[in-house]
C-alpha cells in the first residue's frame, strides 16, 4: 500500500499499454484514449500542451471538435486513476501533467537500468542489469495503437531495445558465454545482416566456438553486403577483428566464465508475461471471444518437403529453447511449387500450438482482374473474429486498428495466401507477437525480410525423388514399372506439383497407355506450344502441361473449362456453371462436365455443390476464352451468369421482402442463398463497374440494397452502392446515379460518417432535382435534414424538412406532410418551443389516423405523451406503441423494433415504470449494435443512464453515459455529447469532476443554441 492508504500505480508502454493499481489491471478505455496515456506517460512529469496533445493523438487527422474530445479523455483517465497514491493528471500553466513517479512506468525504469548497466563493472552486476531492463518488455510498444508520433516513438524505443540487447551481448561475450549466445547471434545477424557490431559478436562468438573459418565466412558475408547494398567496406574495427581472427590471436580467448547469466529477447518475456497475467486473471483474455478455424482441407497425397517443413517448425520450437521464433514467415516461390499445400499442410500440423484459432485468405495477388483489396480481406477477418457486420469500420486505417485491436495478446496463425506485394500484407499483420504470420507468394517480396523480420523459406521444383514420389501416390505401381518414364515425365512437368498432379490424373485415366507415349505425347505438346521460349521459366512449362491435360478433354468439356476462367468470384455453384456454360438449364450436363475437369485437377470441388480453381489454371483458362471464344460469346457468358445472379438475388429478396403481394419460397432457404453467394454478388458488382457490365452492376446493387442496408455488414453494402454509383456514371444513368447516392448517403449516415452522408446527399438532390423527380428530393431533403440534426445544426436541419414538407404538400402526399410534421415538431422541442411542437405533432397525428398508419400514430404519441404537458395520455401512447412493437417483430423488421423499444422506454420512464424503461432500453441497444445504428445507440445509451441515475443506480448510470459520450464524440453528435456530459454531472453529484461536466454540457447546449436535455430526450 502507499502511503495515506492509496494503492501503489505501475504503467508499461513496452508493449500493450497497460495499468495496473495495487497489482490489479485498470481499464483504460478505447484506443485513443490509450493513446492519451501514451503520451503522458513518455513525458511523466513534465507538462505536456494540449497542441502537443492534440498533435501527438490525432496529427493531421484531428476531428472538427478534437479539444472537446481530448478533455473527454482526459476525465474519463484522471477517473481511471484516482485510487493510485501520488498520480493524478492536472493541468498546469504549461498544460496537462501526469505526477507519477516515473520509474512506475516500465519505460523510464528500462532507461534507468541501461544507464546503470552502462556505467557499471563488474561485468557480472551489469548483465545482471541488463537482463532486469530487457525484462520489462512485453512486445512491440504501445502495441495496437496507431498514430504518426506513436510510430515514430516505437521506432526509437525499438532501437534502444536493439542497443541494450547488442550491449548485453558484448557483457556475456566477457564472461565467456559465446556457446550459449551463437545461436541467437546466427538469428539476429540474418534479421540485420548489415550491423557491424553484431555481425563482429557473432564472428567472435564462432570464433571461441573453434569455427576460425565459419569466423571469416560471416566476415566475408558482411563485406559483400555492404558492397553491393551500401558501396562500402566494413569499419575499421570490424576489419581489425577479422584481421586478428585470421592469425588466431591468443587474446581474442575468453577468460573462464561463472554460472550462466541470461539476457532474455523481448519475445520470450512478452510470452512469459501473458502467461503470467493470465494465470493472475484467472482467465484468458480470450475467454469469450469467436475462435475462428478458417483453414482450408489439408492437401492428399502431400509428398515431400521435410526440410521446409522443418524449417517452419523451428519458428515454433528453436532448438535448445534459445531466441523465440520469428513471428513472419514467407514462403516463396515460382508458380505451382506447392506454397499453399505446404502452407496449408504446416499449419493442420501446428494448429494445436494456437488456441485462439487460424485465420485464412486467399489475397489472389497474382490475379489480374479480381485480387482481393486489403479492406475486404480486413472485413472477413474482423467477421471471422466475431466482429458484427454493422461495426466494421469503413475506411482501410480504421480497419487495419480494428483487426490489431482485436487479435492482441491473442496466440493465432494467420496464413495469407498468395500475396503479390507488402503493401498488400502490411495491413493484415497483427500488432502482437502473440501470432505467427504465414504468407505464401511467388516474389520474394524482401521488404517483408527487412523491414519486417520475416523468416523466408525458398520453395524450389521438387527434388526428382519427390517428385516421382509424388506420381507413385497418385498413380500407384505403374512408377515403379516404367521407373525412367516416370522420371522423364516428372522432369516434363518441371516438377512442379501442381503439373504432376494434373498429368497423373490423366496418366490415371488411361491405365492401359504406357507412361513412355503419355511422356512422349507431352513432349509433342512441348514442341507445337510457343509459349515455351521463355527461357526455361517453369511458369511458361507447366502452361504445357496444362496444356497435355486441355487437349485431352472433349470439345463441350474444353469450353467449359475456357468459360469459368471467366467467372470473378472465386467459386461458382453448379447452377451457377449451367448459366455460365448455357447448358439450356440443365444442371446434370453442367454437373457432368465438372466432373470431368474435376477428375482432371483442372477444377476443385468443394461442398455445397461449389467448384474453385487454381489461380495458375484461372488465368489460363481465361487466356484461352481470349484466343478460342470470340468476344461477343465471352461477353455472352458472363451475361447469361450475371443474370442467373440478378435473378437468384431478386426471387431471393422477393421472398425476404414481399411488400404485400404473397410469394412462394422458404425466407430462410433465400437469406441462406444471399449469405452464400455474397462475396460472388459483390465481385460481379465491382467486376461489372470496371468491364462495362453496367447496367447488372446498378440492378443488382439496387436488388440488394434493402438486405444488406437492413442487416448485412455495412462496408459491403457501402462497397457494392459505390460500385453502382460508378456503373450509373459511366452509363449516363442520372436517376440510377441518384438513387445509388441517396442509397450511400444512407450508409454513411448509418455509420456515422455524418458529413460524408451530407455530401453525399447533395449531390443526389442536385441530381433529383434537375431530373424533376420531386417524391425523390423530397426524400432526400428529409435525410439532409437528418444528418444536420445529428450534427446539432437543428435550423438548417428545419429549413430542409420545411422544404421537404413544400415538396410534399404540392404532390399532395399526405404521408410525406405528415413525416416532415414531425421532423419539424423535433426541432421545436429541441429548440425549447414545446407549444408549437405539440402542434405540429398533433397535425401529423390527424394525418396518420387518417392513412390508417397505426405505427406512424403510435410513435407520434409517445411524442406528444412525453412533452412536458402531457398533449396526450401516457396509456393511450403506450398502448399504440405495444401494438406497433407487436407488428414489427411479426414482420422481422429489427430497425422499427428499435425505435419502438426506445419509445416505448420514454413512456414508462414519464409514468415512473422505470424498471420497464430500462429493460426496454436494453433490448433496443442490442438491436441497435446489431443493424450498425450508431447514432442511435448514443440516445439510446444516455437514455438509458438517465433511466438508471432516476432510480438511484448512479455507477451503472455513469458507465452508460460514459460510453454514450465516447460514441457521439466519435460520430460528431453535439447534442447526444452535451446529454452525456450533464449525464455525468448528474452521476457524480458533488464531486470536482461533476462541475466540469456540467461546464461542458451548458458549454455545447449553448453553442447548439438549445435548452438543457429532459429526463428523456424527444425523438
Known amino acids: 500500500m502507499a502511503c495515506g492508504g492509496q494503492l501503489a500505480a505501475e504503467f508499461g508502454v513496452l508493449g500493450v499499454v497497460e495499468a495496473r493499481i495495487g497489482g490489479e489491471p485498470v481499464d483504460l478505455g478505447h484506443a485513443r484514449q490509450r493513446c492519451v496515456l501514451s503520451v503522458l506517460l513518455v513525458e511523466a512529469g513534465r507538462p505536456v500542451t494540449v497542441d502537443q496533445l492534440m498533435d501527438r493523438v490525432w496529427g493531421d487527422r484531428a476531428p472538427q471538435r478534437a479539444a472537446g474530445a481530448l478533455y473527454s479523455y482526459l476525465s474519463r483517465l484522471r477517473r481511471a486513476v484516482a485510487g493510485a497514491g501520488g498520480v493524478e493528471i492536472r493541468r498546469e500553466p504549461g498544460g496537462y501533467l501526469l505526477t507519477a513517479d516515473p520509474q512506475s512506468v516500465d519505460l523510464h525504469r528500462f532507461r534507468r537500468l541501461m544507464t546503470e548497466a552502462r556505467a557499471t563493472r563488474p561485468d557480472r552486476v551489469a548483465a545482471d542489469l541488463i537482463g532486469q531492463a530487457l ?43 559465446h556457446g550459449e549466445l551463437l545461436p541467437g547471434l546466427t538469428a539476429a545477424v540474418a534479421e540485420h545482416p548489415l550491423d557491424e557490431r553484431l555481425a563482429g559478436q557473432a564472428m567472435l562468438a564462432l570464433y ?163 485480387p482481393v483489396t486489403v479492406a475486404d480481406a480486413l472485413a472477413g477477418f474482423l467477421t471471422a473474429l466475431g466482429v ?14 480494428r483487426y490489431r485491436s482485436e487479435i492482441t495478446g491473442r496466440r493465432m496463425l494467420v496464413l495469407l495466401d498468395n500475396a503479390s506485394s507488402v503493401e498488400q500484407v502490411r495491413p493484415l499483420l497483427p500488432g502482437t507477437g502473440s501470432c505467427l504470420v504465414l504468407i505464401t507468394s511467388r516474389d520474394s517480396l524482401p521488404g517483408m525480410v527487412a523491414v519486417h523480420g520475416a523468416e523466408r523459406v525458398n520453395l ?44 497423373a490424373e490423366l496418366a490415371a485415366e488411361r491405365a492401359d497407355v504406357p507412361l513412355a507415349d503419355l511422356v512422349a505425347e507431352l513432349g509433342d505438346h512441348q514442341v507445337r506450344l510457343d509459349l515455351l521460349d521463355a527461357g526455361g521459366d517453369p511458369r511458361a512449362e507447366v502452361r504445357a502441361v496444362f496444356s497435355w491435360s486441355y487437349q485431352n478433354l472433349s470439345a463441350d468439356a474444353a469450353r467449359a473449362f475456357r468459360l469459368l476462367g471467366l467467372d470473378p468470384g472465386e467459386t461458382a455453384h453448379v447452377d451457377a456453371v449451367a448459366a455460365l456454360i448455357d447448358t439450356g438449364g440443365r444442371t446434370g450436363e453442367a454437373r457432368r462436365l465438372l466432373g470431368v475437369l474435376t477428375r482432371a485437377s483442372l477444377v476443385q470441388a468443394g461442398p455445397g455443390g461449389r467448384y474453385g480453381m487454381h489461380d495458375l489454371l484461372r488465368a489460363y483458362a481465361a487466356e484461352l476464352a481470349t484466343r478460342h471464344d470470340a468476344e461477343p460469346d465471352r461477353r455472352a457468358a458472363l451475361t447469361r451468369l450475371f443474370d442467373h445472379y440478378l435473378s437468384g438475388a431478386s426471387a431471393a429478396m422477393a421472398t425476404l421482402y414481399p411488400d404485400g403481394v404473397p410469394v412462394a419460397g422458404d425466407p430462410d432457404a433465400a437469406r441462406a442463398w444471399i449469405e452464400v453467394e455474397r462475396p460472388n454478388l459483390a465481385a460481379v458488382c465491382a467486376y461489372g463497374a470496371a468491364h462495362g457490365f453496367y447496367r447488372h452492376t ?9 438486405y444488406l442496408d437492413a442487416g448485412g ?43 460524408e452522408a451530407a455530401a453525399t446527399y447533395r449531390q443526389a438532390l442536385a441530381l433529383y432535382t434537375d431530373l424533376g423527380e420531386p417524391a425523390a428530393e423530397g426524400l432526400v431533403l428529409r435525410n439532409l435534414g437528418s444528418v444536420d440534426w445529428r450534427l446539432g445544426d437543428y435550423r438548417r436541419a428545419a429549413e430542409h424538412y420545411r422544404r421537404a414538407w413544400t415538396v410534399y404538400e404540392r404532390l399532395g402526399d399526405d404521408a410525406g406532410q405528415a413525416d416532415a410534421l414531425v421532423r419539424l415538431g423535433l426541432v421545436d422541442a429541441r429548440l425549447g418551443d414545446q407549444t408549437q411542437a405539440a402542434q405540429r405533432f398533433a397535425s401529423a397525428l390527424d394525418l396518420y389516423v387518417t392513412l390508417g398508419d397505426r405505427f406512424s400514430e403510435a410513435y407520434v404519441l409517445s411524442l406528444l405523451a412525453r412533452l412536458p404537458q402531457r398533449a396526450a395520455p401516457p396509456d393511450r401512447a403506450a398502448g399504440r406503441l405495444e401494438q406497433s412493437l407487436a407488428a414489427v417483430r411479426s414482420a422481422g423488421d429489427r430497425t422499427a423494433e428499435a425505435y419502438a423499444l426506445t419509445d416505448l422506454a420514454g413512456i414508462d420512464a414519464r409514468r415512473g415504470r422505470l424498471a420497464e424503461a430500462a429493460g426496454h432500453l436494453r433490448r433496443a441497444l442490442v438491436l441497435l449494435r446489431r443493424i450498425g445504428d450508431r447514432a442511435s445507440e448514443a440516445e439510446a445509451l444516455n437514455d438509458l443512464g438517465q433511466v438508471l441515475l432516476a432510480a438511484g443506480e448512479a455507477a451503472e448510470a455513469r458507465a452508460q453515459h460514459d460510453q454514450a459520450l465516447a460514441l457521439a464524440e466519435e460520430i460528431g453528435d453535439r447534442y447526444e455529447q452535451a446529454r452525456a456530459h450533464d449525464g455525468m454531472a448528474a452521476a457524480l453529484r458533488d464531486t470536482g469532476d461533476a462541475g466540469t461536466h456540467l461546464d461542458q454540457a451548458r458549454r455545447i447546449f449553448a453553442e447548439l443554441e438549445v435548452p438543457a436535455a429532459p429526463v428523456v430526450s424527444v425523438g
Not at 153 to 176: I, K, Y
Not at 463 to 492: F, M, N, S
Not at 730 to 748: E, I, K, P, V
Request: charged letters at 25%; a neutral charge.
Open 713 to 755: 455488414p455495412v462496408a459491403e453494402a457501402a462497397a457494392v452502392t459505390t460500385s453502382a454509383v460508378s456503373a450509373a456514371r459511366a452509363l449516363g444513368d442520372r436517376d440510377a446515379q441518384a438513387r445509388a447516392l441517396s442509397n450511400l448517403g444512407r450508409l454513411h449516415r448509418r455509420q456515422g460518417r455524418l458529413h
Open 388 to 401: 458484427r457486420g454493422p461495426e466494421i469500420p469503413p475506411g482501410t486505417d480504421e480497419r487495419a486498428g
Open 460 to 503: 524450389d521444383l521438387l527434388p526428382l525423388p519427390d517428385a516421382v514420389g509424388l506420381l507413385r501416390k497418385l498413380i500407384g505401381v505403374r512408377v515403379d514399372t516404367e521407373p525412367q518414364a516416370a522420371a522423364d515425365l516428372a522432369a516434363a512437368c518441371a516438377r512442379l506439383p501442381l503439373a504432376l498432379r494434373i498429368a
Open 208 to 370: 571461441r566456438c573453434g569455427r576460425q573459418a565459419d569466423a571469416d565466412e560471416q566476415y566475408r558475408r558482411i563485406r559483400h553486403r555492404l558492397a553491393d547494398e551500401l558501396g562500402s567496406d566494413p569499419g575499421p574495427a570490424l576489419r581489425r577483428l577479422h584481421e586478428r581472427i585470421l592469425v588466431a590471436d591468443p587474446e581474442l580467448f575468453a577468460p573462464a566464465g561463472d554460472e550462466p547469466i541470461t539476457v532474455p529477447s523481448g519475445e520470450s518475456r512478452a510470452a512469459e508475461n501473458r502467461a503470467t497475467e493470465n494465470r493472475a486473471a484467472g482467465e484468458t483474455p480470450q475467454a469469450a471471444t469467436t475462435v475462428p478455424t478458417q483453414l482450408p482441407a489439408d492437401v492428399r497425397a502431400f509428398t515431400g518437403r521435410t526440410g521446409e517443413m522443418a524449417a517452419l517448425d523451428r519458428l515454433l520450437a528453436p532448438p535448445g529453447g534459445g531466441e523465440p521464433p520469428l513471428t513472419v514467415a514467407l514462403l516463396s516461390g515460382t508458380a505451382g511449387v506447392g506454397k499453399s499445400a505446404l502452407a496449408v499442410r504446416w499449419a493442420h500440423h501446428v494448429r494445436h500450438a494456437f488456441p485462439d484459432g487460424q485465420l485464412y485468405v486467399n489475397l489472389r495477388g497474382y490475379d489480374a482482374e479480381q
Open 135 to 177: 525484462g520489462l518488455w512485453r512486445g512491440d510498444p504501445f502495441a495496437g495503437l496507431e498514430t504518426p508520433w506513436l510510430d515514430a516513438m516505437r521506432r526509437t524505443l525499438l532501437g534502444e531495445r536493439f542497443a541494450a540487447e547488442l550491449d548485453g551481448t558484448d557483457v556475456l561475450l566477457r564472461l565467456g558465454r
Open 698 to 706: 446498378v440492378a443488382l446493387a439496387e436488388t440488394l440494397f434493402r
